[in-house]
């Protein structure tokens, strides 16, 4: 991971521990259950968020230096490993 | 809320905390950002699967009775609700 | 479904139908995979515009006189089906 | 696109053609919303898969080739191609 992407990810994971915690307190409270679900669906947001983050990082990092070295077997993974990746996306 | 969902869906919170500290832990480590991008994944997998929770119970809860009662804008308010929460769910 | 949602519909399949032949066509001619792909995504999205009419639409006229009528079975039963029609479009 | 993908695509959107018709039949004899809807839903699981078909193909071919050549420049642009088609999967 970039030098200025790992805090920006941390920053964003303490957010997402807090959020997760939310809901807990609010299921606690018997709060209602349509909140319940729309703070959960908030959080899967973020999630996917971070995800794009690290997945953006990836592309600018691993894959780039692996599509400019030599080794062919290198390439060919990396780009196997993206499209496992995706797939786990949809 | 259910009584007996309402410990499987703390439980299931207790679990994904727990996940989400691992990746911040991973992060930190430098681990390969594929395997952090993966962990990112089960964690929202695991979201989605508590969302479902939370969404079944409130149909077989508050929509359920809402549908029996003679209170005909509440039903509509429960409806509309519902496909608001499966909008964002898309 | 309402009048005007009718002819309004039909004409998106119009639409569809020929962007499904142009599809057909590019492969015959052995157009570039990536813009083949392209298109049937643009498909793709096409239809679920159509999708999202003929569901506002439906909510409009057939869940909302079944929400306003006494019948408490029917109801249930067009809610039941949102539901899983909702399921479908994940 | 391979030789035998071909055919197997073609075979695959004149099916999908059909569909698309049947759908506007629905609409034309006033069938019932839900119907419609599933329908479409249907047609949307084809289009997908047929997706899914012309991208393996095209990663087989197209992607293989570029990542075994020692054009650093169309190895990369074909990466950037696969990351925006899978961007519009989701």
Same mark, same amino acid.
């Given at each position: ?6 805090? %920006? @990810? ?7 521990? +807090?959020? $997760?915690?939310?809901? @807990? %307190?609010? !299921? ?11 703070? !959960?669906? @908030? ?5 996917? +968020? ?5 997945? &953006? #990082? ?5 894959? &780039?230096?692996?599509?400019?070295? #030599? #080794? $062919? ?14 797939? +786990?996306?949809?």
């Amino acid at each position: 991971m970039k030098k200025d992407t790992k805090p %920006k @990810a941390l920053k964003r994971l303490a957010r997402i521990e +807090g959020q $997760v915690r939310g809901v @807990a %307190k609010m !299921i606690e409270e018997d709060r209602y259950c349509v909140d319940v679900v729309r703070q !959960i669906q @908030a959080v899967r947001a973020a999630l996917s +968020g971070l995800e794009k983050l690290a997945l &953006d #990082d990836h592309l600018e990092t691993c894959v &780039d230096a692996a599509l400019s070295s #030599d #080794d $062919v077997s290198n390439r060919k993974e990396k780009v196997e490993e993206l499209v496992q990746i995706f797939g +786990g996306r949809m």
